[in-house]
């Protein structure tokens, strides 16, 4: 970041879900990380939460992100799209900042107020954070002792426990990881592929004990689905499979949060897409056999047409024959070379007509 020119931008590339991917992510999530320390654009003293910073460090820190970073807001041409994105994409690095912030505060909390037993012992000013204001230091202190503060603590902890023991995409977000996968199986990894992904070592174990039991539950749930015992999508396996404690306000969330579902939503963007993709090519099946079916409706129908034009004909000529032979002046009138004219122009339209079913015939195919 230090060598780039006046002007140069980092491209950073995001996947369908507005997450981003590629090689510039983690530049800008540590950008993002960089901009929350400086107290000029993220206060500490009197803040006990992100949303209380002011608009306008907000705005301030939005700014220097898009002089910094190409994040594709100029790609789309029609300005309701380029609206929308622009929406989404700082929506994106606010609840990004918002991420860096908490754990910054909390990196404060557990490097220099848990390793001391008093607040006398934790305002020595070789025991403070060089890099703090002192005076944010003694008020986040006091923030840490109060009351309600420690209830927060506490809730904290115990949705904590609620955790599946890690996982080993380590630094790296789900989003690059379904990433690396596609690129690498050349197939879009659904939920649960990319859930196995994460929970196996190098050498295909599981990492935990409790990521162990999820894997063998999931992949007897599969098992069960494939063989038509049950028709769970991968949502639901996911959902029986996952911590009976974990919070589904977690699972739901579709942004910056480490979770598997941060990748997928509530609903698989995966699934939409192949049920989307199953629906399209049953209807396109569903609007060939009608074709086919109307086709040969149409055969018949011209057949009885015809056959009807042919009856007329021979009608109307043994007609004019006997209306001839009771003394009409039909002299000049010769019937059997009419009637053998009339007969080879329906034959040639009924051959034009078998040839433009034949192509209909060859384009449905």
């Given amino acids: 970041m230090a060598k780039m020119r006046p002007g140069e931008k980092l491209k950073v590339d995001f996947n369908m879900n507005g997450q981003p991917i590629g090689d510039h992510r983690a530049t800008l999530a540590n950008y993002c990380g960089a901009l929350v320390k ?65 754990n910054f505060r909390a990196r404060l909390k557990s490097d220099y107020y848990d390793t001391e037993e008093t607040d006398e012992d934790r305002l020595k000013e070789e025991n403070m954070p060089n890099f703090v204001d002192k005076k944010d230091w003694e008020w986040l202190v006091k923030y840490f002792g109060s009351e309600e503060f420690q209830k927060k603590s506490q809730r904290n902890i115990k949705n904590r426990s609620c955790l599946d023991a890690g996982h080993t995409a ?50 007897r749930l599969l098992e069960q689905r494939k063989a038509g015992e049950i028709s769970l999508t991968d949502e639901e396996i996911y959902a029986k499979i996952k911590p009976k404690g974990k919070r589904n306000s977690r699972d739901r969330h579709t942004g910056v949060s480490p979770s598997i579902t941060s990748l997928f939503g509530g609903f698989s963007e995966c699934e939409k897409l192949r049920k989307e993709a199953d629906k399209a090519m049953n209807e396109a099946a569903e609007a060939k056999k009608e074709a086919i079916s109307a086709n040969e409706q149409n055969k018949i129908l011209t057949k009885k047409l015809k056959d009807v034009e042919r009856e007329n004909k021979v009608t109307r000529h043994f007609l004019e024959k006997f209306l001839n032979t009771i003394g009409y002046n039909l002299s000049d009138f010769n019937m059997d070379e009419d009637f053998e004219e009339s007969n080879e122009e329906y034959d040639n339209e009924e051959d034009k007509d078998e040839e433009e079913i034949s192509g209909n015939d060859r384009r449905l195919e």
């Avoid at 994105?85 to 991420?99: A, D, G, V």
């Avoid at 996968?181 to 994460?198: A, F, N």
Wanted: zero cysteines; hydrophobic letters at 30%; glycine letters at 2%.
């Fill in 38 to 102: 400086d107290p000029l654009n993220a206060p500490l003293y009197e803040v006990e939460q992100f949303s209380q910073i002011p608009q306008e460090n907000k705005d301030k820190m939005w700014q220097l992100v898009l002089d910094k970073f190409d994040i594709g807001l100029d790609d789309d041409q029609e300005e309701e799209e380029r609206k929308k994105k622009y929406m989404r994409r700082r929506k994106f690095i606010m609840e990004s900042l918002n991420k860096k912030y908490r």
């Fill in 170 to 219: 380590g630094s790296k977000s789900f989003a690059q990881k379904a990433e690396d996968m596609y690129k690498r199986d050349k197939v879009m990894p659904g939920l649960l592929d990319v859930y196995e992904e994460t929970h196996l070592t190098s050498d295909k174990l599981p990492v935990t004990q409790m990521a162990s039991d999820a894997l063998n539950e999931m992949k």
